[in-house]
């Protein structure tokens, strides 16, 4: 009944939320001074608050929640409810492990963007909260699986895709773990100049952007671990130096989608013209037009004389304007008046509208001339068959792989393809080889290739496939191949029969981002041609062994074993060269402060393994009567390595291995 009841309730709410988020120091919270207040002026006690935090604490001890916080406590030696920060990052561990594992279950993955992004933040809040705990080693494989078993009786399908759930929550931990080892010592390089002597206590933005930019350490990070070390970050000027990287890739879309013009000349055109270009490249590869647009860099003009590079707008148009992922149609324009324009890019910068970017050669090009428009046929079609191709590999990647690996993006080019897609690993040899086979089985089973526009509920009734993230209007045109075999919403062109492709050489797989991967291949005449290379190149190598081609890999496999032998004998004897230096090093090893010290440069060495094998000898010749530290540095191919090794006395007293080879790296 108290008139100030609900802002009361609010004020628990947001406590309750900086409780949640580990904020305020101990139960210092900035919100309770008000909250104190209005409890005296209600006649409330803070015992109510307190019992009103303790039930909300009580939702992770329930049956489903509770298990990971047990599987917590053992891992890391700690106890819940006995340190508040720790129960903390307890519940935090326990919350973002079921959410995450839900997330991947309903087909999200990790990634930059939307809710991909929000996953990979739950993940690494879990995985940054475990090393909080003590706990360094890889947790996720774990907890995953006591989340699992105490959630399966609700959730049954978590059982049963099981193998995608662990592949993805694992890859993003170990990518993760790999982020943090690149990128703590540049942050702690960072905090230790920011806490010198004049400094000023804060990592600059440049700083912080290097540290996302370039090691890919996310911002979130940044501020939380700095603000650990007691030192501000300028967040204000990682945001800024953020947004001008945004802006630059925004102008660099827009002038490869606009050229030189102000977008607002594309916008007066397309009204204008009452809708922009029709397009007739689905059945035509020429047709008669009128030039409704001519510009001239980037301005509007009535007319242009040779030579010149100029921008035409026609009422309508053969050629295909670069989108999608295909590339666009090259050829030319010629008016009723004798003018000549080679054709070398098309785009829509107003969607519906096509721009043709090219080359006045001959004649004067003018407003409302009268043209033929015509494309280059052979560059459409090895287009083409590359655009077939890709929707091809995207079905075999989804039945070969997993559903789950989900388009990230494609070019289509002249015999050639590339395709991107979601995923937290590489992919098998078998699973390469697998898609290749797929795709050309059905191409040899001459599959009709088919489009029909439909309303996009219905598209989606039919199973079709459209791009996650991707605006689309009322009306979708869905490509079918086989029927059924593949469905996508797609605008591009496309050949009539999966026959007319060729054959499709997949050229390899590999990572180009955290959780996204990528297939290149070659497309018919292109795959020919790599085929018949390859052949030649086989020929030649089995000249040089001096055997058959089928003889080539038991001959290479042989020669290969031989130089692993000569490798290891040579990195033996590298090794034993390095330890006939111990006694050189003991030698040089000096007393400081009651610590014998061994620090030596030993140059060139055969493996980081040597260098580590050199130091543990010298460690066990200097004795253990006084605390021992042992520092060496050494170059391998190339590559500085230093390696500490103490003894138990040293680690007594202090002196931790880990902690002098962190100094080491940061210099």
Known sequence: GDPGGDRYLELWNLVFDQYMRGEGEGKDYPLLGELDQKAIDTGAGLERLAFVLQDKANMYEIDEVFPVIEAVEEMSGRHYRADEEDDVRMRIVADHVRSSMMLISDGVRPGNDGRGYVLRRLMRRAIRSMRLLGVDAPSLPTLFPVSRDAMAPSYPELVTDWDTISDVAYGEEEAFHRTLSAGTTILDTAVAHAKEPGGTAQISGSQAFALHDTYGFPIDLTLEMAAEQGVQVDEQGFRSLMEEQKERARADARAKKTGHADVRVFHDLERQMGGGSEFLGYTENAAEAQVDGLLVDGAPVPAASAPAEVEVVLDRTPFYAEMGGQLADHGTIRTADGAVVEVHDVQAPVKGLSVHRGTLTEGTITLGSKAWAEIDPVRRTAIARAHTATHMVHKALHEIVSETATQAGSENAPSRLRFDFRHGSALAEDQVEGIEELVNEKLAEDLPVTWEVMPIEQARATGAMALFGEKYGKEVRVVSIGGDWSREFCAGTHMPTTGTIGRVAVLGEASIGSGVRRIDALVGEGAYAFQAKEHAIVSQLAALVGGRPQDLPERVGTMMAKIRTFERNLSELRTRIALSRAQEIVA?????????????????????????????????????????????????????????ATNDMARTHGLHAGALVRAAARA
């Open 588 to 644: 040089s090893a000096r007393l400081r402060a009651d610590t014998v010290v061994a620090t030596f440069d030993v140059g060139e060495i055969a493996s980081a393994d040597s260098l580590r094998e050199l130091a543990l000898d010298v460690r066990k010749r200097l004795g253990d009567e006084h605390p021992v530290v042992v520092a060496l540095v050494g170059v391998n191919e190339g590559r500085p390595g230093v390696v500490v």
